[in-house]
Each structure stands twice: as C-alpha cells, then as structure tokens.
Nanobody, 125 residues
C-alpha cells in the first residue's frame, strides 16, 4: 500500500498554468502506475491522464491532451501534472491514484487501489 498526498492546486485565470504534485510514502513509487483524476460536484470522477511505472507510456483524455503533461520522478517519489492553457471547465478537485501494474497505465477508477485526498483547482474566466 502506498500513501499519496497532492499539492499545488489553487486559483488560476483562464489561459494560465498550475503544476500539481503527488508525493508518495510507504512504498516505492516505481512499483505503481499513476493516474490523475478530477471530480466536480454532482459528477463522477474522471480520469484525465496516466503514466506507467517507468514513464515509458502515458495517456491523456482528449479534452486535456496537448495542454496537460503527466510526469514522475521515482527517485523523489513524486508524480506531477503540469496543466497549461487552463479553462474554467478544468475547475475540479484533482486526485492522484496508484495501482500496481507491470506495463502501461489506466484511467479506470476501479483499477486504482490507493488515492490521495485531492487538491482543489479553480479556473476563473
């Protein structure tokens, strides 16, 4: 089991940028694929990006591809989500999640066993 803690959320203007961090403890981050999810009130949690254990593969949903970049530093036990050209539709609570997977990654909620508590991102127009 790995414990995850997000940080870096806050308020940004449309067109601006934020970088979210996800710090892991309790287990080596390299043992896990990592995904970022987001959720707005009244809606389900949406997977937006994921990265494999050794960063050999990444995946983005269409609505963030080209604007968001997921990365990781296993030695520092940190994963990141760089968010550029933000728009108000990106407003949500963002969560990082981990699951043990030898290859590839996933944005399916049911595959993830360990979750952070979330960080709020608010984008004003």
């Amino acid at each position: 089991q790995v414990q995850l803690q997000e940080s870096g959320g806050g308020l940004a203007q449309a067109g601006g940028s934020l970088r979210l961090s996800c710090v892991a403890s309790g287990s080596a981050l390299v043992d896990y694929a990592i995904a970022w999810f987001r959720q707005v009130p009244g809606k389900g949690r949406e997977g937006v990006a994921c990265i494999s254990r050794r960063a050999r593969s990444t995946y983005y949903v269409d609505r963030v591809r080209g604007r968001f970049t997921i990365s990781r530093d296993n030695d520092k036990r940190v994963a990141y989500l760089q968010m550029n050209n933000l728009n108000p539709d990106d407003t949500a609570v963002y969560y990082c999640a981990a699951h043990r997977r030898e290859y590839g990654c996933s944005t399916a909620m049911t595959e993830h066993t360990d979750w952070g508590q979330g960080t709020q991102v608010t984008v004003s127009s």
